[in-house]
């Protein structure tokens, strides 16, 4: 019913910026919360930073002041601006997406498929 497509991961030198986005389309009636994840080999899935369809948006102390979410809600979109990368930020890196769809009265949770983002120091 929804599809979500994440673009912008690749290999970036120490220092360097990224720019994530992750595209929603289908059945959708609304989209609420918008937020991204990352996975590190080993790790647990790491919280990064969500934006509400108001434009509130919450970052997690480890990459704040470098990472920023904004969301265009036309496009049904969201983008993670990875600034200042640093060797520890290699992860796959996941969005997540709240929403409720066509002639559906429940809310649903969306995963994107990730995206590889691989610092070289």
């Known amino acids: 019913q929804v599809q979500l497509v994440e673009s912008g991961g690749g290999l970036v030198q120490a220092g360097g910026s990224l720019r994530l986005s992750c595209a929603a389309s289908?059945?959708?009636?609304?989209?609420?919360?918008m937020g991204w994840y990352r996975q590190a080999p080993g790790k647990q899935r790491e919280w990064l930073a969500e934006i509400t369809s108001g434009g509130v948006t919450d970052i997690a102390d480890s990459v704040r002041g470098r990472f920023t979410i904004s969301r265009d809600n036309a496009k049904s979109t969201v983008y993670l601006q990875m600034d200042n990368l640093k060797p520890d930020d290699t992860a796959v890196y996941y969005c997540n997406l709240v929403v409720k769809v066509l002639f559906d009265s429940l809310t649903k949770t969306y995963w994107g498929q990730g995206t590889q983002v691989t610092v070289s120091s």
């Open positions: 289908g059945s959708i009636f609304s989209i609420s919360t």
